[in-house]
Nanobody, 120 residues
């Protein structure tokens, strides 16, 4: 079984910076992609940023130029560096990992979420 655990987050004033970390553990053969999603109260969960095993990245338009996603050296860790934060970035941020536990068994797992609050 695979799980991901997030860390980081917290409260910051507008214009500030925060970093999030997420580590996947368990029976992992390969991770195809790891990403960050967020859900604000009353809104649907949305993609923030994603990075593939080939280091390709994709960002939501709302965070381009402000957020940076990266993978750790062990490839089971993903980071999200957030800068120039805005009150509208306030949400619960979730880590997601997709890959294979072995040659045929795939997985997709979500973290428990970490709260980011940006005050004006």
């Amino acid at each position: 079984q695979v799980q991901v655990v997030e860390s980081g987050g917290g409260s910051v004033q507008a214009g500030g910076s925060l970093g999030l970390s997420c580590e996947a553990s368990g029976v992992i053969y390969t991770i195809n992609a790891m990403g960050w999603y967020r859900q604000a109260p009353g809104n649907q969960r949305e993609l923030v940023a994603i990075i593939t095993s080939g280091q390709s990245t994709n960002y939501a338009d709302s965070v381009k130029g402000r957020f940076t996603i990266s993978r750790g050296n062990n490839k089971n860790t993903v980071y999200l560096q957030m800068s120039s934060l805005k009150p509208e970035d306030t949400a619960v941020y979730y880590c997601n990992a997709r890959g294979y536990s072995n040659y045929v068994e795939s997985f997709e797992v979500w973290g428990q979420g970490t709260v980011v609050t940006v005050s004006s």
